[in-house]
């Protein structure tokens, strides 16, 4: 029995790139982590250690790094595209090349009721991803977002699912709902906005999520990728939303009543939903 490589691809994970532009009157800090994946004819290197073709991992990171001097780094998803393309037109031997960003938000520190020129916070765990692919027959670009911690306090509720003999959990028209959003769309076409339009997504889903009445957190989760789909330039949603649960606490041990304002909030095991709404 002969053995053969189905698949193969190598690349560079974790490739952490801080810049700072230094303007006049501000500095811009963009903080981002690359990951740079290859794919291609590299049966050799694997069968017989034929390294010809075979581009370093530290060749890649150290490209990533040459390419933010001369990029002004606005939008991840246009140095991804810049990444792809050295990447691909340089080593004949891949057939596709990705890349995927991961950009860590900060802002500057408010001071005076202004934004200090050199002085930032992070803002929050949220952070922007783009995940761009490219080979010999075109480019795919794909934008999202990470952890977008949201909460609401009203207008939520689970009721009407079905109950078997181990089913405990009562049905309510008043809870929390709370969850970290995760969400990874395309475009409708190639030639958008990408800053500007990014941030239009996150207002969509942000604003959505705030005015939903909210059955369940597919319901909203629905919602929430119609509302994008239909007003944006974005062609389909994918939206990943673990059900961050918080229930009330027990009070009546202590001769107290909780009036729905008293919970804990258990971080393990939780319910996850997931859903893609693509536009017709």
């Not at 150290?62 to 037109?89: C, K, M, Q, W």
């Not at 500057?108 to 803002?123: D, E, K």
């Amino acid at each position: 029995m002969n053995a053969t490589l189905a698949e193969n691809a190598y690349g560079k994970q974790a490739i952490r790139l801080v810049t700072v532009r230094r303007h006049s009157d501000r500095h811009e800090l963009k903080d981002v982590t690359v990951a740079v994946r290859f794919e291609g004819d590299f049966l050799a290197a694997y069968t017989d250690g034929d390294n010809q073709g075979v581009l370093p991992t530290d060749t890649m990171k150290n490209t990533v790094y040459a390419l933010a001097t001369e990029h002004p780094l606005d939008d991840i998803e246009d140095f991804g595209l810049a990444l792809s393309d050295r990447f691909l037109s340089r080593n004949p031997r891949a057939t596709r090349v990705g890349i995927e960003l991961t950009e860590h938000l900060w802002e500057p520190i408010p001071v005076g009721g202004a934004a200090h020129p050199h002085a930032f916070r992070q803002a929050g765990s949220e952070r922007r991803t783009a995940d761009v692919t490219r080979d010999r027959q075109g480019v795919r670009v794909l934008a999202g977002i990470e952890d977008l911690v949201v909460m609401k306090t009203a207008k939520s509720g689970f009721e009407g699912f079905p109950r078997d003999p181990y089913t405990t959990l009562k049905e309510t028209s008043d809870r929390i709902l709370a969850t970290a959003v995760r969400a990874t769309w395309r475009y409708s076409r190639p030639d958008v906005i990408f800053g500007a339009l990014w941030y239009d997504v996150r207002r969509v889903l942000l604003e959505t999520f705030a005015g939903h009445d909210s059955r369940s957190v597919q319901h909203t989760l629905y919602a929430m990728g119609e509302a994008v789909v239909e007003s944006l330039d974005v062609e389909e949603i994918r939206l990943i939303m673990p059900n961050r649960h918080h229930l009330p606490v027990d009070l009546t041990p202590f001769k107290l009543e909780n009036r729905n304002e008293i919970f804990v909030a258990p971080t393990e095991p939780y319910g996850l939903i997931e859903g893609t709404v693509r536009r017709e």
